[in-house]
Each structure stands twice: as C-alpha cells, then as structure tokens.
C-alpha cells in the first residue's frame, strides 16, 4: 500500500506549520469567536484531533472552519489536514485494502469539493462524519455507475481470461446506503456507527453493550431501532 498522496499531503503540512506562515493566519483569524482562541492552525489540528470526547466541540471548530473555507484556502486545507484520518479509513474501505495512488487522488478530490461546499447551516452537527460519508457515497454511486456502463460482452470475456468480474462487495453496499441515509438526514450519526460496526465490522451486540455499561436488551433494542430506521430511509 503505497499512501503516497496522502504522505505528500501530510509533508506539506508540516513545512506549512513549520515556517512560521501558521501564526501569520493565526492574526487573520483573530476576529473569529472559534479559531481566534486557537494558536494557529497546527493547534487547530491538534484540538480536533483530541476532541473524541467533546463532538460538540469539534462541530464549533469544524464549522468554523468549514465557514471560511469557500473564500479562505488556509481555512479549507487545516479542515483537511484534520480529516486525513477518517478520508484514509474511507481509501481502506473503498479498495478492500488495497489504496493506489488514483483511488487516493479520488478520495481527496471529493473530499476538498466537499470542504468547499459544505452545507453547514443544514447539517451543522457530526460534520467530520458528514464530510467522509459524503465522500465514500459519492465514490461508491461513480463506481457503480461505471460497473453499470460496461457492455456485457465485456464482463464476459473477462471471465473467459480468467480475470472474473468481481463480486459485489456486500459490506460496500451497506455502506453506501448507510451513507445516503445519514447525507439526507435520514439517519442518526449514533445510528450509523452503530449499524457499521455490527453489520459491516466485528462488533457484537453484547460486547457493545458491555463496553458502554447497558444491558444486552436495551443494547438489541437500540440496534433493531437503527435498523429500521435505515430500512425506511432505503424504502423512501
């Protein structure tokens, strides 16, 4: 797995924050009620990444920064700079764990189209989220409108060499409809998280619901409540 474009994002970064231009933007964002109580953006980054206990707090910072972002190019690259993990998980999952430098380049790509043009004022909460859902659904719609494009006959003499077209990967498909449903409000973050790690990932009702002190009950009730809500959405 080769990461070379988000190595060379994040190696810019660094000779970014590291050449004093940061306390530069810092002066220019001393008006804003949110970043102006940061240091600059290098601290910016650093409260995110620190803020897994706090998601209202990232969601002041994050919108912050996603207000800037369409007229402030500091603003739309530390907004980055802070999702690179979650943009990264996106990659693992889109190639199965396999990440070339084109599926990297994809995943960025949407991913800065969508620090442009986030709708903050109608999805202000689980921004983070937001973004790299919005990134790993809209990946998935280009890949199946591209799978659907092929000719047939083409699927097939694939198959007569040997290469096989592959299967469609179940997980990706829950996932993508996951995502949807959380892009058109249909779905609850909580709900989401919930559904990907039982559904998709290796977590289990009764482990969750040890490790968040419930009951296996409530912890069911909880799962069969997020499942139906998703089933509605998919039917809508």
């Known amino acids: 797995m080769a990461w070379r474009l988000f190595r060379a994002i994040d190696d810019e970064w660094s000779r970014f924050i590291n050449t004093g231009t940061g306390h530069l933007v810092r002066d ?20 995110l990444r620190a803020s897994g206990d706090d998601p209202a707090g990232a969601d002041r910072i994050l919108g912050a920064l996603a207000r800037r972002a369409p007229h402030d190019d500091v603003a739309a690259r530390t907004m980055l700079q802070a999702l690179i993990p ?16 084109e599926l990297e380049a994809q995943v960025l790509t949407e991913a800065i189209d969508r620090i442009f043009n986030y709708p903050l004022e109608r999805r202000p909460r ?6 790299t859902w ?24 694939l198959e007569l060499d ?9 997980s990706e498909e829950v996932c993508e409809l996951i ?13 989401a998280r919930l559904l990907i790690a039982i559904a998709v990932g290796h977590d289990t009702i009764r482990g969750r619901a040890e490790r968040e002190g419930v009951t296996y009950t409530a912890m069911n009730e909880r799962w069969r409540r997020a499942r139906n809500r998703l089933r509605t959405a998919v039917a809508a």
Do not use: M, T, Y
């Not at 040997?162 to 179940?170: I, R």
């Open 126 to 131: 689980a921004i983070a989220a937001n973004v």
């Open 162 to 170: 040997g290469w096989g077209a592959s299967p469609v990967d179940p």
């Open 179 to 191: 995502a949807d449903a959380v892009a058109d409000g249909k779905l609850r973050q909580s709900d």
């Open 28 to 47: 220019g964002w001393s008006d804003d009620p949110v970043l102006g109580l940061l240091r600059d953006p290098a601290g910016v980054v650093a409260a």
């Open 134 to 157: 919005d990134v790993f659904g809209r990946i998935s719609r280009q890949r199946r409108r591209v799978a659907a494009s092929q000719p047939v006959g083409v699927e097939r003499r």
């Open 86 to 101: 979650g943009l990264v998980n996106v990659a693992k999952r889109l190639g199965h764990g396999h990440v070339d430098e």
